[in-house]
């Protein structure tokens, strides 16, 4: 592919990022509250296999 | 400009600047490592959920089954799988895919900012093209004897399993995705989603076949494979540590699938469905399998399983989710090297790129001692590096940068990028990383796989997780950030997400 195209397609990207509607051209984080309900059901769930395997 | 069209005016774009994003069709952005915008994002939760049950329902998983299997038995092989996989999936669900799927940026141009822009190509070839190259002959290699299974059976004859026909098969494998990854990432789904109801049916088939010839009581008093263990204990840690380790090897992958993902959620929960839950079942019912038949080697199991006509049915469709693992991985080790390769590979054709990776795998499927037969200490030697490489980019990206990259910086050359360090290598980033890999040396010796007294309590890659994060941590506050390196101050302006400012 041609260099010079990606490089200005590149510059292009950056700005749409940089502008001030940048949140609409990128995907938002994760909600916390994924990340702590994936952590307590990992949690919960090792210490109830622990108590059933041994 | 050629390949793009300019679609309107500053007022007019809903990004409000200067607005060039191609149509579709004209411009694929998903097959460089430019970042992509959310537009171009291609996938829903259930798109990326196929094509991550696609990734994990391959011989590996079955493979993982049989080296759980080695160690223990029934209970703790499904024990030692969920909170194995459980945290290391965890793991890389978060470091390596969330940068990636909110600046829309290919994972090895990500870690840019975390161990510079040469640090990041020095993994990027390592980690990437070696351990792609690996698992593609890796499941090569299974094709073949697959097929190999499937002719015998079919005609009647008594080809080795492990010889130059086996081989020559696996070559037919690493061919048929190069022809289909050349194509990019749109047929690598299409593919995959075709495949992924097959092998939940023949997951659900083995299920059903051994619990109507076993009850539970029997199964959970099959041995393992390595025979009753003196140390039941240390065996099941062994266990946990291969699957920690096996969970660990999903890193190199991961980050540029969730790339492609429309939403944070699209991005992180399809890797519970499909590299915890549709592994961690594929596994199980690999150690069903192995244990009731007290065979290690899954290409064996269907047709005693299921009979001559259903097994050889199986093993095709198995054989096929061999080739649905090798495009998945290979479409992310390609577009790694395109971004992170260099000029040269930067200007390549995508068929070309798919030789790169796929290249070296045509040669190893003709040497499966080095990889296949020795596959427990094949997933170790991987997760030496990956443990530490997730904990170092962990800490960078959710601790010390509080989520937030400078896509601009990340694309600046050497020199002008806040995130240059020493000449475009963080010292200090290696050094965690080398801090985390010896300290999995100690614990569990790489080469003869002996554990130290310590393992039976800690096992290998979370104690390799946890040093490297924190000597990243102390390092980067210590000597980093003090010299002004890394721009480790930069924070979004007012009113942008991604524009940095100190």
């Given at each position: 592919?041609?260099?010079?195209?990606?490089?200005?397609?590149?510059?292009?990207?950056?700005?749409?990022?940089?502008?001030?509607?940048?949140?609409?051209?990128?995907?938002?984080?994760?909600?916390?509250?994924?990340?702590?309900?994936?952590?307590?059901?990992?949690?919960?769930?090792?210490?109830?296999?622990?108590?059933?395997?041994? | 400009?050629?390949?793009?069209?300019?679609?309107?005016?500053?007022?007019?774009?809903?990004?409000?600047?200067?607005?060039?994003?191609?149509?579709?069709?004209?411009?694929?952005?998903?097959?460089?490592?430019?970042?992509?915008?959310?537009?171009?994002?291609?996938?829903?939760?259930?798109?990326?959920?196929?094509?991550?049950?696609?990734?994990?329902?391959?011989?590996?998983?079955?493979?993982?089954?049989?080296?759980?299997?080695?160690?223990?038995?029934?209970?703790?092989?499904?024990?030692?799988?969920?909170?194995?996989?459980?945290?290391?999936?965890?793991?890389?669900?978060?470091?390596?895919?969330?940068?990636?799927?909110?600046?829309?940026?290919?994972?090895?141009?990500?870690?840019?900012?975390?161990?510079?822009?040469?640090?990041?190509?020095?993994?990027?070839?390592?980690?990437?093209?070696?351990?792609?190259?690996?698992?593609?002959?890796?499941?090569?290699?299974?094709?073949?004897?697959?097929?190999?299974?499937?002719?015998?059976?079919?005609?009647?004859?008594?080809?080795?399993?492990?010889?130059?026909?086996?081989?020559?098969?696996?070559?037919?494998?690493?061919?048929?995705?190069?022809?289909?990854?050349?194509?990019?990432?749109?047929?690598?789904?299409?593919?995959?989603?075709?495949?992924?109801?097959?092998?939940?049916?023949?997951?659900?088939?083995?299920?059903?076949?051994?619990?109507?010839?076993?009850?539970?009581?029997?199964?959970?008093?099959?041995?393992?494979?390595?025979?009753?263990?003196?140390?039941?204990?240390?065996?099941?840690?062994?266990?946990?540590?291969?699957?920690?380790?096996?969970?660990?090897?999903?890193?190199?992958?991961?980050?540029?699938?969730?790339?492609?993902?429309?939403?944070?959620?699209?991005?992180?929960?399809?890797?519970?469905i499909g590299v915890f839950a549709a592994s961690v079942a594929a596994a199980?019912?690999?150690?069903?399998?192995?244990?009731?038949?007290?065979?290690?080697e899954p290409t064996q199991w269907m047709i005693p399983l299921a009979g001559?006509?259903?097994?050889?049915?199986?093993?095709?469709?198995?054989?096929?989710?061999?080739?649905?693992?090798?495009?998945?991985?290979?479409?992310?080790?390609?577009?790694?090297?395109?971004?992170?390769?260099?000029?040269?590979?930067?200007?390549?054709?995508?068929?070309?790129?798919?030789?790169?990776?796929?290249?070296?795998?045509?040669?190893?499927?003709?040497?499966?001692?080095?990889?296949?037969?020795?596959?427990?200490?094949?997933?170790?030697?991987?997760?030496?590096?990956?443990?530490?490489?997730?904990?170092?980019?962990?800490?960078?990206?959710?601790?010390?940068?509080?989520?937030?990259?400078?896509?601009?910086?990340?694309?600046?050359?050497?020199?002008?990028?806040?995130?240059?360090?020493?000449?475009?290598?963080?010292?200090?980033?290696?050094?965690?990383?080398?801090?985390?890999?010896?300290?999995?040396?100690?614990?569990?010796?790489?080469?003869?796989?002996?554990?130290?007294?310590?393992?039976?309590?800690?096992?290998?890659?979370?104690?390799?997780?946890?040093?490297?994060?924190?000597?990243?941590?102390?390092?980067?506050?210590?000597?980093?950030?003090?010299?002004?390196?890394?721009?480790?101050?930069?924070?979004?302006?007012?009113?942008?997400?991604?524009?940095?400012?100190?």
């Amino acid at each position: 592919m041609d260099a010079q195209i990606l490089q200005d397609q590149l510059e292009q990207r950056i700005k749409f990022l940089e502008s001030s509607n940048s949140a609409e051209h990128l995907v938002g984080d994760l909600p916390a509250r994924d990340i702590v309900a994936c952590v307590l059901a990992l949690t919960l769930m090792t210490a109830v296999l622990l108590w059933w395997a041994y | 400009m050629a390949g793009t069209e300019r679609l309107g005016t500053d007022d007019e774009t809903r990004g409000g600047g200067p607005s060039v994003l191609p149509r579709q069709g004209q411009f694929d952005a998903t097959v460089t490592d430019l970042p992509l915008m959310r537009v171009e994002r291609i996938w829903n939760f259930w798109q990326h959920s196929a094509v991550n049950v696609g990734l994990a329902i391959a011989t590996w998983a079955f493979l993982q089954g049989a080296a759980v299997a080695y160690y223990v038995g029934v209970k703790q092989a499904i024990a030692a799988m969920i909170i194995g996989y459980g945290i290391s999936v965890l793991l890389v669900a978060l470091a390596p895919c969330m940068p990636s799927v909110k600046h829309g940026i290919e994972q090895f141009v990500g870690i840019r900012s975390t161990f510079g822009e040469r640090g990041a190509r020095i993994f990027m070839i390592l980690v990437s093209t070696l351990l792609a190259a690996a698992w593609s002959a890796v499941l090569a290699i299974m094709f073949g004897h697959g097929l190999v299974t499937v002719i015998n059976n079919v005609f009647g004859v008594a080809m080795p399993e492990t010889g130059v026909a086996a081989s020559l098969l696996g070559l037919i494998a690493i061919v048929v995705s190069w022809a289909i990854l050349a194509r990019g990432p749109v047929s690598v789904e299409a593919v995959c989603r075709a495949i992924a109801p097959l092998l939940i049916l023949i997951v659900v088939g083995i299920i059903v076949i051994v619990f109507s010839r076993n009850s539970w009581s029997e199964l959970t008093a099959l041995v393992p494979l390595g025979g009753e263990s003196d140390d039941p204990h240390l065996n099941f840690m062994l266990a946990v540590e291969l699957n920690l380790a096996g969970g660990f090897a999903w890193w190199p992958n991961l980050g540029n699938l969730a790339r492609l993902a429309k939403t944070p959620r699209a991005a992180f929960w399809p890797n519970w469905i499909g590299v915890f839950a549709a592994s961690v079942a594929a596994a199980a019912v690999g150690v069903l399998a192995a244990l009731s038949l007290q065979v290690e080697e899954p290409t064996q199991w269907m047709i005693p399983l299921a009979g001559v006509v259903l097994g050889v049915i199986a093993l095709i469709v198995v054989c096929l989710a061999n080739i649905t693992a090798i495009l998945s991985q290979g479409y992310a080790s390609m577009v790694a090297l395109k971004g992170g390769g260099g000029a040269l590979l930067r200007r390549a054709a995508w068929p070309l790129l798919g030789l790169v990776i796929l290249g070296p795998a045509a040669v190893l499927v003709f040497f499966p001692e080095a990889v296949y037969e020795n596959y427990g200490r094949f997933v170790s030697w991987g997760a030496i590096v990956l443990a530490p490489l997730c904990a170092v980019q962990f800490v960078d990206y959710f601790i010390l940068r509080h989520r937030h990259i400078s896509v601009r910086a990340l694309y600046q050359p050497i020199g002008e990028s806040p995130y240059t360090y020493w000449r475009g290598i963080n010292l200090a980033a290696f050094a965690a990383v080398a801090a985390g890999a010896g300290t999995y040396a100690l614990l569990l010796n790489p080469l003869s796989y002996e554990p130290a007294p310590l393992f039976r309590y800690t096992t290998a890659s979370l104690p390799a997780f946890a040093v490297a994060a924190a000597a990243h941590y102390l390092l980067t506050r210590l000597v980093v950030e003090p010299r002004g390196l890394g721009g480790y101050g930069l924070r979004p302006v007012a009113g942008s997400s991604s524009r940095m400012q100190s």
